[in-house]
Structures are given as structure tokens and as C-alpha cells.
């Protein structure tokens, strides 16, 4: 896909709404030491947002959830949503990058949304697979009911492999982290920008090449890397789902939003 110069690009938001602390090394590397600290882990959604249209990328989890996995939940994400001045109730489209419990909760805080996701993560995430507890620990039943409740009422668009869901917008499957993991890749005033997700968790993951040990298929994960940096203007167009440092890398929109959302289609500051 190239860039025209008409191309109205999107702005782009990460909005962090709850975080994980007291993390070992080895919980965000495949054979990382269990006796040296590692980075804690931030939970986003992301909005892509211009004048015609608004994307939320995955909708995050809720108060009890966070208490069964011993996450602090800072808001919800719907009112993190608010703070800018976007209505979940009125939000047409929702990507979910995947189904795991962090990424595809409160479904029902978006009313009038289609939500769009990977066939295979649907066939992953309701077929034989989940008969392994290492590999449905990340996702939670009443999730996967909700969603499947929403295929039902004829809320949800599947997608195989790569599409374009507006001039400026698509989505990728990386699987890996999951059979249908996406990543979306967004047009915006820097250039082309890749919303990882749980392609790659940290910064660490994907610039060393070390596998996060949430995985399905180690191989389709570090082939992934190259996908998401080949689909990027350069290494810092690449957002990592979970890293702590990208609130201190971007910029909030505004001095209230410190902490809260930064600005992903801005440049990366010096840290």
C-alpha cells in the first residue's frame, strides 16, 4: 500500500487502563531468570480516530477480572474512552487484535459496534485447543460466550489474513501469541505505524528476538517480528502491546491526559 499525499491520516491513540507489577524475567521471556526482576506490564486499548471514521483497537478488561488475575485495573477502559470524548456506546467499529481476557472483556460497553477479528482466532479460541489449560488460561469463558453471543446477533466481521477496513487502516494476521492474533497497521501524519498488540509485549521481545512465554506457536511468533517491522516505516513506528515505556516515549494529548493517553502518531521522545 502507498501513501497518497491526499490521504486524510489518522490520529492515534494508546490509552492505558490498568498495569501488572512485580514481574520476573521469567514471565515475559522464554527462559528468562527466575530470580531477576522484570518489567512490569501496561495494559492499552488504542484508538485510531479522523474525521470519518473511529476505531477502538480491543476493548480491555473489567473490576473482576483484575481481581481473579491480580491486575490493578487504574479505569475502565470505556472512560478512559471519555477522556476522549469518545462514547463507547456510539462506536461502530472495534478491532479485537485477539480474544484473550485482556484484550476482548466488556464487550457489552460497546452497544452498536461490529467487531472484527480473525477467523482463525475464533476457531482457536472455541475449538480443541482450549481443552489445554496452558493454552486457555489466558482467555476467559463468559469473554468467549459474549463474543460468540454478538456472531449471533450478526455483530461481528471475520477476516482472513489481510484487510483493509478503510483507505489507511488494515489489519494483519501474526498469529503466534494466539492462531489469530492481528496487528493493525495505521496511515498517520509520521507514516505508517503498527499497533502490535501481543505480537510483541515489550520493546525487549521484539528487538531481541525472545519469545513472550504466552504462546501458541513459537515459530509463527518470531517470524512475526519480521512481519510487523516490514509493515512499518521503521523500528519506532512499531507499538508493543504491553511495554511500560510507551507512556514515557509519546506524548499525552493534553497536560491532563499525563499518564493516561499519549499520542502514538507523534514521534517517539528521547528517554
Known sequence: MTAQKA???????????????GRKGSD????????????????????????DKTFVIDTGFDA???????????????????RLRIDAAAVEDVVLTHLHYDHAGTLSAFPRARFH????????ATGRCMCHGFLRHPYDVEDVVSFVRHVYSSRVAFHDGTVELADGLSLHRIGGHTAGLQVVRVWTRRGWVVVASDASHLYLNMRSRLAFPAVYNVGDLLEGYETIH?????????????????M??????????EGIVVRLDCPPRGV
Open 28 to 51: 515475559n521471556i522464554i527462559g528468562g531468570d527466575l530470580h531477576e526482576d522484570g518489567s512490569d506490564l501496561d495494559y492499552f486499548v488504542w484508538v485510531a480516530r479522523r474525521s
Open 230 to 246: 516490514r509493515l512499518a516505516d521503521s523500528p519506532d513506528h512499531v507499538i508493543p502491546g504491553h511495554d511500560p515505556l510507551v
Open 248 to 257: 514515557h516515549l509519546y506524548p499525552p494529548p493534553s497536560p491532563d491526559l
Open 117 to 124: 477479528v480473525q477467523d482463525a482466532e475464533v476457531s482457536y
Open 7 to 21: 490521504r486524510e491520516p489518522f490520529e492515534l491513540f494508546a490509552i492505558r487502563y490498568a498495569r501488572h507489577t
Open 64 to 82: 473482576p477480572a483484575a481481581a481473579r488475575r491480580g491486575r490493578d485495573l487504574l479505569r475502565k477502559p470505556h472512560d478512559g474512552l471519555a
